[in-house]
């Protein structure tokens, strides 16, 4: 990473039931403030009465969809980490419900790179999805086969650079 991280001093929300997710992300980030919550409950609160400039949500066990559309109300840039519902479906639904990113937990190692990708493109005005299948898609390749797109071909095809 360049000597400047986008990252650096964002105030980041972590919703996971898995109490060592929070500990990795401190570890990676120590450069930003972290907050956590393990529920559902706990993440919406959070959300509602605090600013965060991002919110890291699990989507199993913590209801993260449900979460992702608290944080869009209050302009919380989402991002999806997952191990359980990983699948192309699931990356397209998180794409369709406003999420700025769809992180494999498996990738948390390059956390920082994914939340610059995302706070690069709202600085340029671009989408924030635009390096995902730079950074993603041998990834996908790997884990669900060459074929991984044709079940929403329609949706990846809106993507011409993918």
Avoid at 77 to 104: C, D, Q, R
Wanted: aromatic share 12%; charged share 30%; glycine share 6%.
């Amino acid at each position: 990473m360049g000597s400047q991280s986008l990252v650096e001093g964002k105030k980041i929300l972590v919703v996971d039931d898995e109490s060592d997710i929070m500990e990795a992300l401190r570890d990676l980030l120590p450069m930003c403030e972290l907050a956590g919550a393990s529920t559902f409950e706990g993440g919406k609160e959070l959300l509602e009465n605090q600013y965060f400039d991002i919110a890291i949500l699990d989507i199993m066990g913590v209801r993260g969809y449900d979460l992702l559309s608290v944080a869009k109300t209050k302009n919380i840039i989402p991002i999806m980490l997952t191990a359980h519902a990983l699948s192309p479906e699931n990356t397209v639904k998180s794409y369709e419900k406003g999420a700025a990113s769809y992180i494999p937990k498996e990738e948390i190692s390059n956390i920082e790179t994914y939340l610059n990708d995302v706070l690069e493109a709202k600085e340029k005005g671009a989408n924030s999805w635009w390096r995902w299948l730079d950074r993603l898609g041998d990834y996908y390749v790997e884990r669900f086969g060459p074929d991984w797109k044709d079940k929403n071909k329609e949706f990846w095809n809106k993507f011409p650079s993918w």
